[in-house]
């Protein structure tokens, strides 16, 4: 069974819960359309999109997959990336699937700042968002801090694979 989004009836819905629609859009999205969509959300942060605080996250906890994933090839990191996305089950998402809610949004915060530093797998060069991630990224922008808190919280938390209820 195949389902489909409208994704330019996001940016013009009614919809009292915009935050559910947009949640629901970004699930709709491909596994590339995710990753993309969550690395221009962190690279817009200092425009639009505003930070996940992540000072708030324990992110002592995340270091050790930090130091892991820096050590892994280009291909190995964006395969781990897809993983998560996807819920498969390895070594590596079992260990993000144990991160509190903040610290998988300082996770990710600080994948994005590596990515620009070079030493996690950079967007390709020229890459170019899809109109269905365009359309989500636009209505993410639009949505009040705590709005885009709660939407991006919803992204990644069920990202991964959490041992203790597989």
């Known amino acids: 069974m195949t389902y489909t989004t409208d994704f330019t009836n996001l ?3 009614n919809d009292t819960d ?5 949640t629901n859009a970004i699930k709709a999205l491909g596994t590339d359309d995710q ?4 690395w221009y959300v ?3 942060m200092g425009k639009s999109i505003t930070p996940a605080a992540p000072g708030a996250a324990r992110m002592q906890f995340a270091e050790g997959l930090i130091n892991q994933v820096k ?5 190995e990191q964006l395969q781990f990336m897809r993983d998560l996305v996807e819920k498969r089950s390895t070594p590596a998402t079992r260990a993000y699937g144990l991160f509190s809610v903040n610290t998988k949004l300082g996770f990710w915060y600080e994948l994005s700042e590596l ?3 070079g030493f996690v797998v950079p967007m390709p060069q020229g890459h170019q968002i899809s ?6 990224l636009d209505a993410l922008k639009k949505l009040d801090f705590g709005q885009q808190i709660t939407v991006l919280r919803n992204a990644v938390v069920n990202m991964g694979v959490d041992p203790l209820n597989a």
């Open 131 to 136: 109109r269905d991630a365009a359309y989500v």
């Open 35 to 38: 990753l993309a969509l969550l």
């Open 71 to 75: 050590q892994m090839s280009h291909g």
């Open 18 to 22: 915009v935050v559910s629609t947009t």
């Open 11 to 13: 940016l013009t819905s």
């Open 42 to 44: 962190y690279t817009e």
């Open 115 to 117: 990515m620009v530093k």
